[in-house]
């Protein structure tokens, strides 16, 4: 029998979340998800798996910037992805607009089209970007999985709830 196929999804893991300096710096509890969201990426590479990057990308006019301050505007240095997590050729790299890295951005297709059936969520923050797609996801028929010591918060209260509701409400592992 064939194994299901997988797909690791890292989300936001960019300049202005990662980076003390960043327009929209997350913490250091986010920077110490780094080496677990690495060794993730270097296992699903070694089993041949899927690995999506998505990557808030906005327009310098985007209104989320009237909730949280000018961050990730496209083409610029806080937009990119931070290098230790670089995107090997072959790498779908979704650029979003909104919270959730399937809305309007070919993620689905993407996914579909592999015959994935399981997704693995790395990144930040939990209780935004993470939990949009998760429920995005969940809808449209995959199984959530989030890799606990891999995703972070800006705010700790709400990454704890935000776990707590992706397995509740999306049946998710966590992992």
Known sequence: ???E???LIIIDMLRD???PDGALYCGDNARRIIPYVKKALQAFRKQGDLVIHSRDAHDADDREFRLFGRHCV???PGSRIIKELSPRRG???IRTKTYDSVFNTGLAAILRKRGVRDVFFAGVCTSICIMETASSL?????RINILKKAVADFDEKAHKFALERIKKVYGARII
Not at 138 to 142: C, D, I, R
């Open 1 to 3: 029998m064939a194994r």
């Open 5 to 7: 196929k997988k797909a």
């Open 91 to 93: 790498e779908p790299v």
């Open 74 to 76: 496209s083409g610029t």
């Open 138 to 142: 969940y809808k449209l028929g995959y």
């Open 17 to 19: 979340f990662m980076e």
